[in-house]
């Protein structure tokens, strides 16, 4: 009998076999483009078997960065009608056809990994020089149009935005974006995939009425946020940007671009100051807030457990992990408080496993000095790819494989975990 293959080896073959040349799909048929935040996470997994083609990764994506400094969070590299909505939908204008919002700004996190630990390091430092002012004008582009009060914390104005498209957090919020006039549509993502698994329609026809109410609006970046009736500051999606502002800003430094690093610097102090208002003792984790309403929203999701990527208080970080091994789950960490009545084990961002949030939440934890919880997620983590493959998401409690096969940035992270534990 033939040994079985080593997870890394499947992994590399999966990231391989998603590859389009300078850009990566998540996986056939039901995501057949290039997704932004997608894209920075697979360039960790690609750093381990091929580095100049981990930056390629990044620089297809910020190729098609808008004049305004927004990164966009579809690219539509090559036409596809397997997706909905495509590029005909979105109507954004862009030469190379792209989608009109955005999504969790990772880059700079990934820039700075890529870097240190790069084996050509000339190489990473003439490729990250050149990336450097992008990245920092997407984080400039957020702080100007999604905190035009100037808090220190931006607000999404579409659920995508969040990479957690259905997530219980958004329901208070979505129920004031109407759905009369929207165009007639035909899923495509259930076909692909168990509708039961996936967002419902109600949600799909506030989605797409944002979408065309957008593009009414001409994509004008600058008015979007107002406009929007759903802006929520989400203290997972601020994590990441304050993550990523404090690592570009550590790169700008040590690659001489001082007035980079001074901006981002100022960004985080703010930021990691504001994120306190976020915080929930009763819940021992940060929440989201409805900027509209000003309330807290009472939704305890991995939206606030991941805010341990960014430089949070260590206690704040302690309380964290604490919560994550009250929840109980078999697999952690699920997307969703199991404890509360809106937790769906299997659909989508209400209660499944997701290995990116993991690697972060576990990073965080880990730069926390809470070493034992940040490798109990690495266990958990690699433990369902053992028995389950390289799926897109999981059910937390019984690890049944949920959504696409042969995910890529599930593979990207695998070979992450896999050098963490060998660390």
Request: hydrophobic share 45%; charged share 20%; net charge negative.
């Amino acid at each position: 009998m033939n040994a079985p293959t080593p997870l890394a080896e499947i992994a590399k073959d999966i990231l391989r076999e998603n590859d389009r040349g300078s850009y990566t799909v998540p996986t056939r048929g039901l995501y057949p483009f290039q997704w932004n935040w997608d894209s920075c996470l697979t360039a960790l997994g690609q750093r381990h078997y091929d580095e100049a083609r981990a930056w390629t990764e990044i620089e297809t994506l910020f190729a098609h960065q808008w004049p305004c400094g927004m990164v966009p969070h579809i690219v539509f590299h090559v036409p596809d009608d397997g997706y909905f909505p495509g590029p005909g939908v979105w109507a954004t204008g862009r030469p190379v056809p792209t989608s009109g919002i955005t999504q969790p700004p990772v880059a700079g996190f990934a820039l700075r990994r890529l870097y240190d630990r790069a084996q050509n390091r000339a190489e990473a430092a003439t490729r990250v020089r050149a990336l450097l002012p992008k990245v920092a004008a997407w984080h400039r582009w957020f702080f100007a149009t999604r905190d035009p009060g100037g808090e220190g914390l931006v607000a999404i104005i579409h659920p995508w935005e969040s990479g957690r498209d259905n997530s219980i957090d958004w329901d208070a919020a979505l129920e004031r974006v109407p759905t009369a006039g929207i165009a007639p549509y035909t899923r495509r993502d259930t076909q692909h995939a168990d509708p039961e698994h996936r967002p419902t329609k109600a949600q799909y026809d506030r989605y797409l009425w944002l979408v065309e109410h957008f593009r009414e609006l001409g994509w004008d970046t600058a008015r979007l946020h107002d406009a929007s009736p759903f802006q929520v500051v989400d203290p997972g999606f601020n994590a990441i940007l304050l993550r990523a502002a404090a690592d570009l800003a550590d790169l700008a430094e040590r690659l001489d671009a001082p007035e980079i690093a001074a901006e981002n610097h100022r960004f985080v102090a703010r930021g990691l100051a504001a994120m306190e208002r976020l915080w929930s003792e009763r819940h021992g984790q940060y929440l989201c807030r409805d900027r509209i309403t000003g309330r807290l929203i009472d939704s305890a999701s991995v939206g606030g457990l991941l805010a341990a990527f960014a430089a949070i208080p260590t206690a704040r970080a302690a309380r964290i992990a604490a919560s994550i091994e009250a929840q109980g789950t078999r697999f952690r960490v699920p997307s969703h408080a199991p404890a509360d009545p809106r937790f769906d084990a299997k659909r989508y961002w209400r209660g499944p496993v997701w290995l990116v949030v993991n690697y972060m939440i576990a990073d965080g934890l880990a730069r926390a000095g809470l070493a034992a919880a940040a490798a109990a997620i690495t266990r958990s983590s690699l433990e369902l790819i053992h028995e389950n493959g390289f799926a897109e998401y999981y059910d937390p409690i019984s690890g049944a494989p949920l959504g696409g096969d042969r995910f890529t940035w599930t593979a990207a992270m695998v070979l992450e975990f896999l050098a963490m534990e060998q660390a």
